[in-house]
């Protein structure tokens, strides 16, 4: 049996909270604190070791059994905190997998309700927690007890005190709330006050006189009014210094937590400061009842249900290059490895069998599998005979070069030998190495990047003799083919007159067009059944790249159909890429191609057609692509998305701003995971911090 795990972990104690999958508690515990900064390292491990022990020894439950435990810790605010405190909890016996580390006030949040939102927790200590609606979580304030924590019962306790020290020292009028601090530390006389709070090393003593200043605010003493409403002041300007930071469309949901802020006198403080500085809003407050333990339960069940695979790609270059050295790929691998559980390495393509053997090794350690990336109606001319695709005019399909050892050529699917070369290649150079399974990249015919004759393909006798046993008529289909190209009757502003665009289909106003994809569709199809056939023999798990939907219609990926020959689809949603595969390259070289007028003209009228907003960041819009996996979702596909992370000048300006918006918002979908693309070796370490952002549980998600 599995269970969740909360870890509430304070200034002043820990609860620890069992519950099985559903929520349902089984039992708290509780030990002293675990904040590193209140009680140091030794005495925080201790603590925490404590718990689990009590796990073990009373319900045998190990950190084996937790399927996901939730650590909330106070004084996890910097990144040398999280990896310290992280390393203690791994050494304990969980994993990476099913550990999430975070500040103990995000608890608190989840505690009273869902994001996005604000809670401000004002205990012995205090700070202000945002969580957006992708689920990052930011802060404010709790920089610690001597400098920041303002409105905090230590701050509020400081406060009080130094107006009574001053009282001693004959420096300020006497208040009232004098003697309920004189009387708190038990001191005979004003004379002996000062030297007994000298010798005070307990922070928690100073933050318990804040209870005191609240008494003395019930029965109307001045001084203790103005320094509590000086506080909710302070914290108020916090809050709104958080809203900024934040993009809160809906109503904003404010929680208030801690130990001070149990008093209604000073939740009506803040509340009203803060209605202040966000006027015109109606604000949810919510006042902390539940256990901030049981927060984190709820945080728990959140990310099992939005829990996403990570999929690295390492480009080796092409099949002639072995410029790439196991050292250069250990150095990359190895730190993320250990960071982040990783699930797949796809890895590919240049022959080089003591490379990936060695590489193996590395992957196996982490309880990754390999896959072999693997072009297949591509690249393979550079080894064995092939022949290409034809154009609607009998002209070979021109290539594409991305870089050297990367070449958007393509081949005939249709003609055997191009198939046979495929396996071939395999055999020779990559059957004694012992992949876990094959990524097959290249699966369709060219696209829009290798021009609109390239999509006009193919036309060679073996494809002829096909077209005739469907019956599709290739005169008038080559006629049509010429309208495009100069831009008659209507093509010259309406791409290939598509009428409507529906779950990644097109309609088109003459249907010779549905019936060219078709037959397409039909050849990349029965080609791959031989060849994903040939893998399986092999024992090979499969996965493959294809397009986003709105492309595959023309490129003969027909998805609904090959997700029976695969184990996963990895679409290549590569918003800022310009460059083959990339979205606003491709839809560029479609619009492009396909028409003659002036081209933001026709963008505006099929931006409609298929649902696009546009933006003045030339980025892809995201609501698209969102927009595009749902319908893969709809299809039943295993999906990884692909995202780039490697930067490429003039390519690909991926950047860390990028990386963890697309991450963050295409995590709300239903993919199964992310493949960090397209190739890790030259993603800049910024991108890769991003990437440890996102799924090294700095946020919430994981």
């Known amino acids: 049996m599995k269970y969740l795990l909360s870890v509430d972990g304070g200034g002043t104690k820990t609860e620890f909270y069992i519950s099985d999958l559903q929520g349902n508690m089984i039992d708290t515990f509780t030990t002293g604190s675990t904040s590193i900064k209140s009680v140091g390292g030794d005495k925080s491990y201790d603590h925490l070791k404590a718990g689990i022990k009590w796990l073990k020894e009373t319900y045998k439950i190990t950190p084996d059994d937790i399927l996901m435990g939730v650590f909330g810790m106070s004084g996890c605010d910097s990144d040398n905190d999280y990896q310290m405190i992280l390393d ?65 019962g230590y701050w509020i306790g400081c406060e009080i005190l130094k107006r009574t020290l001053l009282y001693c020292d004959n420096c300020h009028p006497y208040s009232p709330v004098f003697e309920q601090v004189r009387g708190y530390f038990q001191a005979e006389s004003y004379t002996e006050l000062p030297y007994i709070v000298t010798e005070i090393k307990d922070m928690n003593q100073i933050a318990g006189l804040a209870y005191e200043v609240v008494k003395a605010v019930e029965e109307q003493e001045e001084l203790s009014i103005n320094i509590l409403k000086d506080g909710a002041r302070q914290l108020a300007d916090q809050v709104a210094g958080m809203v900024k930071q934040m993009d809160l469309s809906e109503i904003p949901k404010i929680v208030f937590s801690g130990g001070v802020l149990k008093s209604k006198i000073y939740q009506d ?40 695979e990570i999929v690295l790609q390492v480009f080796t270059g092409g099949y002639l290059s072995k410029e790439t050295t196991y050292e ?65 005019r009998g002209e070979e399909v021109k290539s594409y070069q991305l870089k050297a050892g990367e070449n958007f050529e393509f081949y005939c699917p249709n003609i055997k030998q191009n198939r046979e070369s495929v396996k071939h ?33 193919c036309f060679c006798p073996e494809c002829m003799k096909k077209y005739q046993e469907k019956q599709l008529d290739t005169d008038e289909l080559r006629m049509e083919m010429d309208k495009v190209i100069e831009g008659l009757e209507g093509y010259d502003g309406h791409p290939l007159k598509c009428l409507t665009y529906e779950d990644g289909s097109y309609r088109f106003d003459n249907p010779i067009w549905e019936k060219f994809f078709n037959c397409k569709a039909d050849f990349i199809y029965d080609s791959l059944k031989e060849i994903t056939g040939y893998f399986r023999e092999q024992g090979l798990k499969i996965g493959m790249d294809v397009l986003s939907p709105f492309l595959t219609h023309f490129t003969g990926q027909d998805l609904s159909r090959l997700k029976g020959l695969t184990d996963f689809m990895k679409p290549m949603m590569y918003r800022i890429t310009y460059a083959p595969a990339g979205l606003p390259f491709e839809y560029d070289s479609f619009l492009s191609g396909t028409t003659s007028i002036d081209t933001d003209t026709v963008r505006r009228e099929f931006n409609q057609l298929l649902g696009i907003k546009t933006s003045g960041d030339n980025r892809f819009d995201l609501d698209f692509v969102k927009s595009e996996l749902d319908i893969m979702e709809r299809m039943d596909i ?64 994981q």
């Open 328 to 392: 250069e790929v250990e150095s990359k691998l190895k730190p993320i490895l250990e960071k982040i559980k990783v699930t797949k390495v796809i890895i590919g393509w240049s022959v080089d069998e003591e490379l990936y053997k060695k590489i193996k090794l590395l992957v196996h350690k982490y309880q990754a599998e390999l896959y072999l990336w693997m072009p297949i109606f591509s690249e393979t001319g550079l080894m064995e005979p092939v022949s290409f695709l034809q154009d609607f």
């Open 425 to 457: 290649i395999y055999e020779k150079h990559f059957s004694k190495i012992g992949f876990d399974g094959i990524f097959l990249d290249k699966i369709r015919y060219s696209s829009f990047s290798n021009k609109i004759t390239g999509v006009f393909s």
């Open 269 to 308: 403080m803040l509340a009203s400061e803060i209605r202040q500085l966000i006027p015109n809003q109606d604000i949810q407050f919510y006042i902390q009842k539940n256990r901030p333990s049981y927060g984190g339960i709820k945080l728990a069940q959140r990310l099992l249900e939005k829990k996403k």
């Open 638 to 701: 295993p999906v990884y998305c692909g995202i780039e992370v490697n930067r490429i000048k003039d390519v690909v300006p991926a950047d860390p701003e990028y990386i963890k918006d697309t991450i963050n918002s295409l995590s709300q979908t239903n993919i199964k995971g992310f493949v960090l693309s397209w190739d890790i070796l030259s993603a800049p370490e910024e991108n890769i911090e991003a990437v440890y952002h996102c799924f090294g549980g700095r946020g919430e998600m």
């Open 88 to 152: 203690r909890i791994l050494s304990l016996g969980f994993t990476k997998d099913n550990v999430h580390l975070c500040n103990d006030g995000v608890l608190a949040f989840y505690a009273q309700t869902q994001g996005p939102g604000i809670v401000v927790i004002a205990g012995t200590g205090s700070i202000v927690i945002g969580i957006d609606k992708q689920g990052e979580v930011k802060r404010s304030g709790g920089w610690g007890y001597h400098f920041s924590d303002i409105g905090s």
